[in-house]
């Protein structure tokens, strides 16, 4: 069941995503991070999100989106952009 939980923790990171600026014309997807502190350490251990604890929301990394759109398809949500 935590790996659910950590699947859909992500999948919700991504589809509640937008597009932010973080510096020198960069831009990447962010999430508010209102989900359970042990899932969102278990992503930003596999390297999916990452973010200051200190801060109210999270980047998405390449690798965290493309997992994200993967389990779109596992569970069979459309396309949110």
């Known amino acids: ?4 939980i950590d699947e ?4 919700l990171l991504y589809l509640t995503s937008f597009t932010d600026d ?10 508010w991070k209102g989900y359970p ?6 992503l930003s ?15 998405l990394t390449e690798e965290g989106i493309e997992q994200a759109k993967e389990l779109m398809k ?6 949110h952009q």
């Open 1 to 4: 069941m935590k790996n659910q």
């Open 22 to 31: 973080y510096g020198l014309g960069e831009e990447g997807q962010r999430s």
């Open 45 to 59: 251990e596999k390297r999916y999100i990452i973010g200051s604890k200190r801060a109210k929301s999270v980047y």
């Open 74 to 79: 596992k569970y069979h949500v459309s396309d």
């Open 37 to 42: 502190f042990g899932t969102l350490d278990e």
């Open 8 to 11: 859909l923790t992500l999948l």
